[in-house]
């Protein structure tokens, strides 16, 4: 009996060694041995080849959980707020591959042009830039020409604002241009 155990024993142990190398490979495919290392060179997502990197993801995620204004977010809440954030940066890249491929570019003089001419939304209902419960474009004009712009930050923040919202609008025009929309 013992010689028949001996014969089958090199079967055993290859059994033992295969099915030790199997469990090896699952449990380390499988995500149970826990999830990698995340550096801030890690990718959250890749886009056509452009890389999300989670230091920009974890930056952006910060910033939008800033603007809540010290509410207290839910899980759900702030799992809702990371795809947001996430979906927004993959909007953004697809945005910047298609002005890429439409060759679509903001020059300085357009920049000043619609800083001068088309003040954005959010100065509309600033106080220091209304008469009479309207928006004033005079006071507009005397805000851009005065140090302060400069100085506070405004010539900056509208040139980043502007710089977003020309390619946009001329994307627009370009996918729309030639469409007509019939009384009918």
Same mark, same amino acid.
């Given at each position: 009996m013992l010689q028949q155990f001996r014969s089958l024993a090199k079967y055993i142990w290859l059994f033992v060694a295969a099915a030790f190398v199997g469990v090896f490979l699952l449990y380390q495919t499988s995500g149970l041995a826990g999830a990698a290392t995340i550096t801030p060179t890690t990718a959250v997502a890749q886009v056509n080849g452009t890389d999300i990197l989670y230091s920009e993801w974890e930056n952006r995620k910060q910033q939008a959980v800033q603007q809540q204004r010290g509410r207290q977010l839910t899980q759900d809440e702030v799992r809702q707020l990371e795809n947001?954030?996430?979906?927004?940066?993959?909007?953004?890249?697809?945005?910047?591959?298609?002005?890429?491929? $439409?060759?679509?570019?903001?020059?300085?003089?357009?920049? $000043?042009? =619609?800083?001068?001419?088309?003040?954005?939304? =959010?100065?509309?209902?600033?106080?220091?830039?209304?008469?009479?419960?309207? =928006?004033?474009?005079?006071?507009?004009? $005397?805000?851009?020409?005065?140090?302060?712009?400069?100085?506070?930050?405004?010539?900056?923040g509208l040139e980043g604002y502007y710089r977003q919202e020309i390619p946009k609008e001329k994307l627009y025009q370009q996918i729309t241009d030639g469409v007509y929309i019939t009384n009918a």
């Open positions: 947001d954030v996430l979906d927004e940066m993959i909007m953004e890249v697809l945005l910047r591959q298609e002005y890429k491929r $439409r060759k679509i570019e903001v020059t300085d003089e357009e920049l $000043r042009e =619609f800083a001068r001419y088309a003040p954005p939304p =959010f100065l509309y209902n600033a106080p220091d830039l209304q008469t009479d419960g309207g =928006f004033d474009p005079q006071k507009y004009q $005397r805000l851009l020409a005065s140090p302060q712009a400069r100085q506070g930050g405004l010539l900056a």
